[in-house]
C-alpha cells in the first residue's frame, strides 16, 4: 500500500501571506501527526490527532498555526501571514497505535517551506 | 520534561569501518519508547527500531545492532562494516506512554567514505 503523502513537495511564498500543506495519512491509520524541521532547530513537534479525540495543539509555535483533519484521514496544516522563520521541511507522520503503546510512526517526504 | 541528547554532530568513517552512534535520553515516565530513525539524502525518514522501556535485551539486525541500558539512559546504535550507502542522517527518539510525540535528538551526520 502506498506510504504518507505530502504536497505540495516544495512552496515558495511571500512574507505575510497564507499557505496551506496538505498530508495523506496511510489507510487505516488512526493517528497522524505534523513535525517541523529547520536549521538550528532540528525535528520539532507541532501537532496530533487520534480518532475523534481533541487534538494535541502543544507543540504550535503560534496562533497563526492551525490544523485540521476531516473525516479522520487527511490532514491540513495552514500557516497565516507566513514569517521568514517559517521557513522549514513541515513533516507529516502517520501511526494505527493511539497513544501510549508506541507504535512506530511513519514519515511523508515533507513539504519544503521557503518564505520570502 | 523529556530529552534526546545526541552528541556526535558528525562522523566520517572509511567504508567497512564500525561505526556507534550515541543516545542518551531523559525521561521522568517509568514507561516509554525509544526509537531510531534515518533520514538520507532524499530528506525522507526511515523507522529502523523501537524499543519499550522493559525490555533491556540488545538487538540485532544484519549489520545493525542495539544496545539499551537504562542504568546510563542510552540506547547507542551501532553498525557493522559500514557501507557507503549507510551515509545519513541518523535520530534517536523518545515517546513517552504519558505524551503523543517524538522527541528527537538533533541527529548525527554519518558519512561513509569508499
Known amino acids: 500500500g502506498a506510504g504518507v503523502s505530502q504536497s505540495p513537495s516544495n512552496k515558495v511564498t511571500e512574507k505575510g501571506k497564507d499557505v496551506e500543506l496538505r498530508c495523506d495519512p496511510i489507510?487505516?491509520?488512526?493517528?497522524l501527526y505534523w513535525y517541523r524541521q529547520s536549521l538550528g532547530q532540528g525535528l520539532e513537534f507541532l501537532i496530533y490527532?487520534?480518532?475523534?479525540?481533541?487534538?494535541?495543539k502543544s507543540g504550535l509555535p503560534s496562533d497563526r498555526f492551525s490544523a485540521e483533519r476531516t473525516g479522520g484521514s487527511v490532514s491540513t496544516l495552514t500557516i497565516q501571514r507566513t514569517q521568514q522563520e517559517d521557513s522549514a521541511v513541515y513533516l507529516c507522520?502517520?501511526?494505527?497505535?493511539?497513544?501510549?503503546?508506541?507504535?512506530?510512526?511513519?514519515f511523508g517526504p515533507g513539504t519544503r517551506l521557503t518564505v520570502l | 520534561a523529556q530529552k534526546v541528547t545526541q552528541a556526535q554532530t558528525e562522523i566520517s568513517v572509511v567504508e567497512k569501518e564500525d561505526v556507534t552512534l550515541d543516545c542518551v535520553y531523559e525521561?521522568?515516565?517509568?514507561?516509554?519508547?525509544l526509537f531510531w530513525y534515518k533520514q538520507p539524502p532524499s530528506g525522507e525518514l526511515v523507522f529502523l527500531i523501537r524499543?519499550?522501556?522493559?525490555?533491556?535485551q540488545n538487538e540485532i539486525s544484519g549489520r545493525y545492532s542495539w544496545n539499551f541500558q537504562k542504568s546510563t539512559s542510552s540506547f547507542n546504535f551501532t553498525i557493522t562494516a559500514s557501507q557507503v550507502v549507510d551515509s545519513a542522517v541518523y535520530f534517536c527518539?523518545?515517546?513517552?506512554?504519558?505524551?503523543?510525540?517524538?522527541?528527537f535528538g538533533e541527529g548525527t551526520q554519518l558519512t561513509v567514505n569508499p
Open positions: 527518539a523518545l515517546r513517552e506512554t504519558s505524551g503523543s510525540r517524538l522527541t
Open positions: 507522520a502517520s501511526s494505527s497505535a493511539v497513544a501510549g503503546l508506541g507504535n512506530e510512526q511513519f
Open positions: 489507510s487505516g491509520h488512526t493517528a
Open positions: 524499543r519499550n522501556s522493559f525490555d533491556e
Open positions: 525521561t521522568r515516565d517509568t514507561t516509554y519508547y
Open positions: 490527532f487520534q480518532g475523534n479525540s481533541a487534538p494535541d
